[in-house]
C-alpha cells in the first residue's frame, strides 16, 4: 500500500471546522501547541479574514495528520497540499514545525489582504471545459484594468481563474457562451496564485530564508510544479513562490497515480481533492475525513 495524505487550501473551510474535530489526544496537542481559542479562528465572523482562514486551515490539517497517524496508525508515504494546505504538508513532512508554519501562514495571509487592499479581487472555479479552452477564454476577458489569470489547474475540466470582480463576472458570462457546465464564485476574499501576489512571494521567502533546512521524512509534492520532492530547499521555495504562480493540481495527482498511490485520505474540512483524486486516478481510493469520519477513514486506506 501506499498512502498519500491530502490537505485542502481556501475555499474549503467552513464554521466551527476545528471545534469539530474530535477531542483525541493528537488534536488536542495540536491546538494546545498553536496557542490560540478556537472560537477565535473558525467562527463564521473570524472566518471574514484571509489570515484567520489560512491559520485555521493550517491547524486542522496538521491535527487531523497527527491523529490519523499516531492514533489510527497510517504511515503516508506522500503529502500534498492545495495551496495554504502546503504548509500542512510541509509540517507533516517535517520541514516546518507547527509554529514556524504558524509564523509564516499569518505574514502570507497579511500579504494576501494588502496587496488586494485596493479594489474588489477574487477566484472562480470554471467545470466542464478543458484547460486549453479555460486558458483562452481568459485571455479573451482580461483588460488592462481588469486583469485576469488561471491560477489553479484542478483537473482536465475544471481551472480556477483569479482577478477583479468585473473580470470574474465577465469570465461567468463568457464561460456559459463556450459551454462550461459552471462557474461557481469561492469563499475567497482575495486574488491568489497570480502575479498580483509577487510580493507576497518575496516576503515569504525573505522570512522562510533563515528557517533550518530539515530533509523531508515524507515525499512531498509541489503546488507549482507538480513534482514530488525530498528536497527541504525546494520544499521552502515551493511555500513562497506558489502564491504567485498557477497550482498545477492536476498534473500532481497524476504523477501520485504514476508512482502507485493506491489510497488517498484528504484531511477536515475538506472533500474537493477528493473527488478531483477520483477523476484523475481511478485506480486509487479517495478518502475524505469530511465525509467517512477518521476511524472509518483510517480502516478504508489500511484496508486498500
Do not use: K
Amino acid at each position: 500500500m501506499s498512502l498519500a495524505l491530502l490537505f485542502p487550501g481556501q475555499g474549503a473551510q467552513r464554521p466551527h471546522m476545528l471545534r469539530d474535530l474530535p477531542a483525541s489526544p493528537a488534536v488536542s496537542a495540536v491546538i494546545d501547541e498553536a496557542g490560540c481559542r478556537v472560537d477565535e479562528l473558525d467562527s463564521a465572523a473570524a472566518l471574514a479574514s484571509t489570515v484567520n482562514v489560512q491559520l485555521a486551515l493550517v491547524i486542522a490539517g496538521v491535527a487531523s495528520a497527527r491523529a490519523l497517524v499516531d492514533e489510527h496508525g497510517l504511515d503516508p508515504e506522500f503529502v500534498a497540499g492545495h495551496s495554504v494546505g502546503a504548509f500542512a504538508a510541509a509540517v507533516t513532512a517535517g520541514v516546518l514545525t507547527l509554529a514556524e508554519a504558524l509564523a509564516a501562514v499569518e505574514l502570507r495571509g497579511r500579504s494576501m489582504e494588502d496587496a488586494c487592499a485596493q479594489g474588489n479581487w477574487g477566484m472562480s472555479a470554471v467545470s466542464g471545459l478543458p484547460t486549453r479552452a479555460a486558458a483562452e477564454l481568459v485571455r479573451r476577458v482580461a483588460t488592462d484594468d481588469d486583469p485576469l489569470w488561471v491560477a489553479n489547474v484542478n483537473g482536465a475540466t475544471q481551472t480556477v481563474v483569479s482577478g477583479t470582480d468585473r473580470a470574474l463576472r465577465r469570465a461567468a458570462d463568457a464561460a456559459r457562451g463556450a459551454g462550461a457546465q459552471s462557474c461557481e464564485r469561492l469563499d475567497v476574499a482575495v486574488s491568489s496564485h497570480c502575479p498580483i501576489q509577487e510580493d507576497t512571494a518575496r516576503v515569504i521567502a525573505e522570512h522562510l530564508a533563515p528557517l533550518p533546512r530539515r530533509r523531508p521524512t515524507r515525499r512531498y509534492l509541489t503546488n507549482t510544479g507538480g513534482r514530488i520532492t525530498t528536497s527541504a530547499e525546494v520544499v521552502l521555495d515551493d511555500l513562497a513562490t506558489s502564491v504567485a504562480r498557477p497550482v498545477r493540481w492536476y498534473d500532481g495527482t497524476r504523477l501520485l497515480g504514476e508512482l502507485g498511490v493506491s489510497s488517498a485520505v484528504e484531511t477536515p474540512p475538506g472533500h474537493v481533492l477528493t473527488r478531483l483524486l477520483a477523476s484523475a486516478v481511478p485506480s486509487a481510493r479517495a478518502i475524505s475525513v469530511t465525509d467517512d469520519g477518521f476511524e472509518a477513514a483510517a480502516r478504508l486506506a489500511v484496508r486498500e
